[in-house]
């Protein structure tokens, strides 16, 4: 994709701000989030008996997608959750591999996986949520088919590519990690991470999962989101990954709360908590953000330098 960023670069006005490219397409994620969960907010829309998700909102959706991919740098809800930590998974693969190795090798997977959400998006839009249901070939429907597509990805070339760039580093011995415990060490927060928020998806009293999905999964991706930029920021500054990432002792004060039934209403304690995460998360954005401008005397936002009085 990189031909086309490169001429896409060039019909933007040179006094924009990478920074501030990079942010709206970020923001276009948001405002598709935020639109998606009007409309369908129990991801209810596409099943029998309910109203479906307006054609014109597939089609901006799709080109959000697109838009946050360039400008940036009818599943059960249980076997969705487990998809997202296949995603996850293979997302914080790259960034594990680049703390290793010090080269971040972003594999052709991810060029394929944005541009085909987006086209999915367009696609529905034209032919209606519908198609998805009808079978690829004998009884293999579309969501089973896009479903192993993540999974054979993620285990045929995302993993074992970086497993060959690590293992080419140590061979190399350029490796930035000599010992095997630091080199696993960003794994072992996103794993507790997984552990907790499954224990509470299988012991929930109230099914947590499906009764509140998008916001259970907005609370699992933000605070992943949280752990893998903590982690960027240590391969940016060649500094030693945290074992454990704070948001991960609450969080497991919040499980048994829930799970023990101790606080009865989960929907306001899983609510409350994600608010939590989410503020967490903006926070340490923001704190980043300005130290990293003071430390390089620049605005975040903008090419224009500061004062120097």
Known sequence: M?????????FLPTWLAPNLITFTG???????????????????????????????????????????????????VVTLYYILWVVLFSFILSHWEKYNTGILFLPWGYDISQVTISLVYLVTAAVGVETWYQPV????????????????????????????????????????????YEGLLPFLSPF????????????????????????FYLMVGTAFANVTCK???????????????????????????????VFTNETLLLYLWTAAVVLAHIHYGVSVV?????????????????NSD
Not at 2 to 10: E, G, I, S, T
Not at 234 to 247: A, D, F, G, K, V
């Open 2 to 10: 990189h031909p086309f960023w490169n001429l896409v670069v060039k």
């Open 290 to 306: 300005e130290q990293l401008s003071n430390h390089f005397n620049i605005f975040a936002f903008s090419l224009k330098k500061p």
């Open 192 to 215: 507790l991470l997984f552990v907790l928020s499954t224990i509470w998806v299988i012991y929930s009293p109230s099914n947590i999962l499906e009764l509140q999905p998008r916001i």
């Open 137 to 180: 070939i004998f009884h293999l429907l579309y969501r089973d088919l896009f479903t192993f597509m993540i999974i054979a990805c993620s285990f045929t070339v995302t993993l074992p590519m970086s497993l060959y760039n690590v293992l080419k580093g140590y061979r190399n011995n350029t490796l930035k990690h000599s010992s095997l």
């Open 26 to 76: 970020f923001m276009f994620l948001v405002l598709n989030f935020l639109m998606l969960a009007f409309y369908d907010f129990d991801f209810n829309a596409s099943s029998a008996g309910y109203q479906h998700v307006p054609s014109w909102v597939w089609v901006a959706a799709g080109i959000f997608n697109f838009l946050a991919y360039t400008l940036g740098d009818g599943v059960g």
């Open 231 to 261: 982690l960027i920021v240590c391969q940016m500054s060649n500094t030693r990954c945290q074992p454990l990432s704070i948001l991960l002792l609450p969080m497991t004060a919040v499980v048994v709360l829930a799970i023990t039934r």
